[in-house]
Structures are given as structure tokens and as C-alpha cells.
């Protein structure tokens, strides 16, 4: 698909389902998630460097390969690490997950948003590790391009190590709702959907009665979508059965239009002009009294005008040979 154009907006969408499923979503959900740790001393400068070059390439720029390059220079062995003595406000994988995150974004504005899963599982080598605000990143990222089912086996890995009361506070919260609502339902994985909200521990018995009400309520709307398709699909078909002469000459006509079309493409706009400009004075503008007119244009100019007003002249001016 191009899926053309940049497919990554940086925003979170919402929906009426989402905002129903604000009512069981964790209080903890925006931590820090997997990856990070203690506080510790100032990141290298080739680190800090890396993220700042990167930041302008991709903001101010627009420069979306030299920003995805900066990434991968930042993130090579050492370069992400924080190193010597300090006090700073970066966590040791605070410097690491933001330059992933912005080579997400560069990868998503070059349309090579099919490279972004591989490229994290490179750089993290496992889904467990991987970031929940990385994660959630790549599931709304593959479900704005319509490829949810790429996430499934990844997610479904992190969760079973995350979804754990000790990871309430590390973002496995909104993660399993964007996991619900963006790659299971979409998928039509009701059971699955039902079987994850009942053996989580993330969850509060509040919040699993509101989760499980969003997939019942899901359910009948896909179900009703596939049937109005399927009916739609067979009404095509019986229209086509019954009418193929017309289908045939249709598809005629759409055949001779794109073959024209394509021929005009082929003649410059000059030549072109310039044909129908001498065929204008030949054929309308030509006087058959002149003597410069020749006979075969004379006799082309007289059949031409006969026609015109045998076919559009009204019904009493049009003669009719006997």
C-alpha cells in the first residue's frame, strides 16, 4: 500500500470506543515501562549530539533520512550508553528510547513504516524489553496503515511478561487497550479479546466489566458490517448476471475511452492544437466557391454538413431520402 504519503502523525487518535474504555484504563499507564531504570550520571555527549542533530533533521528540516541516520549513529554500541560523572534527568534508557522513537517517526515519514517493528526487535533484540511507549507507538502506527496482525505476536509476547501487577506502573495498562482495541477487534479475535481481559491481572473488576462491554459491543457491529458486504457483493453479481450485454459494452466503451486517453497522452498539446486548427479551416472556414478549394475538401466539407444536419437538425428541417 502506499500506502502513500507520511502515515505517521505523532497523535494519539481517539474514538467513541476509546473514550468508553477511558473508564478502565490504569492509573499508571504513562510510566516508563521496560527499559528504564535508575537514575544515573549525564549521557555521553556523542549520545546527546546524535539526539539534537537528529531532533533538528526532523523538525525543523525535514530532512527525514539524514534524521533516520543520525538515530542509527546515536544507537550504534556506546553511543546511547551514558558514560562519565554528572547529575542529568536522562535515565540510562531514556536516551536510547528517544532516539528509537524518532527514527520511527523518520522511518513512517519515508513510507518505510513496513521496516519499523524489525528495526525495534534489532535495537532490543526482544519484545519483552521494548518500551511501552515504544510499543504503543508501533501498534497505532500499523493500524493507521491497516496491518494490525503484524503487531499480534509481539504484543502478545510483552504482555504475558508485563501484564503482572508488578507492571501497573510501566504502561502495560494502555497497552493492552491499544492491543484490544487496535489489533484484536480490527481482527475480529473476540475470544482471544475475552480470554486476555479475563486472565490479566492489570486489570480491576471495574475495568474488566467495562472491557468486556466493548467487546460484545463490537461483536454485532463487525457482524453486521460483513453481512451488509456480502450482500452488497451479491447484488453485483446478480446485476451482472442479468444484464451482460450492457456490462459487455460498458466495459467497451471504458476500454476505447483509456486507450484514447492514453493516445492523447502520447501527442504534444502543440502538435495537437495545431491539428485541430488547420482541420477548422479546411473543413469549416474553407469556401467550396474558391478556386484554391479542392474538389475531395469541397465534396469532405458538403458529406461533413449533410451529416450535422441529418442527425442534430430538428424534426421538421430533416430530410429524409426517399
Known sequence: MRRGGPVWTGQRATSGTEMEVEVWRGSGSGGPGPGSGSPSPAPSPPGLAALARA????????????????CRCGLEPGGA???GSGSSTLRPGDLKS?????????LAELNQWDQVLSWVLEL??????IPAKILQMCIILY???GEPGRMQQAVSSWLQCWASPSGVGCGAGLVLELYLLHVLLPLGLYAEAEELILDTAVLTEQQRGAALRVVAQRRPEQLEQEQAGSRSQVTEGCSQNRHPARNALFQLIQQVLGLSWRCLHLVSLRKLILAVFLAYLLIVRLDPASPAALSWLASLQHFLRLM???MFAPYYKTRIGK
Request: charged share 25%; aromatic share 8%.
Open 55 to 70: 531532533a533538528e533533521l526532523l523538525q525543523v528540516r525535514r530532512d527525514f533520512r539524514g534524521a533516520l541516520a543520525a
Open 81 to 83: 550508553e551514558p558514560e
Open 98 to 106: 528517544s532516539l528509537c522513537i524518532m527514527g520511527i517517526q523518520a
Open 124 to 129: 532490543y533484540q526482544i519484545p519483552e524489553k
Open 143 to 145: 493500524s493507521k496503515v
Open 308 to 310: 450535422w444536419n441529418t
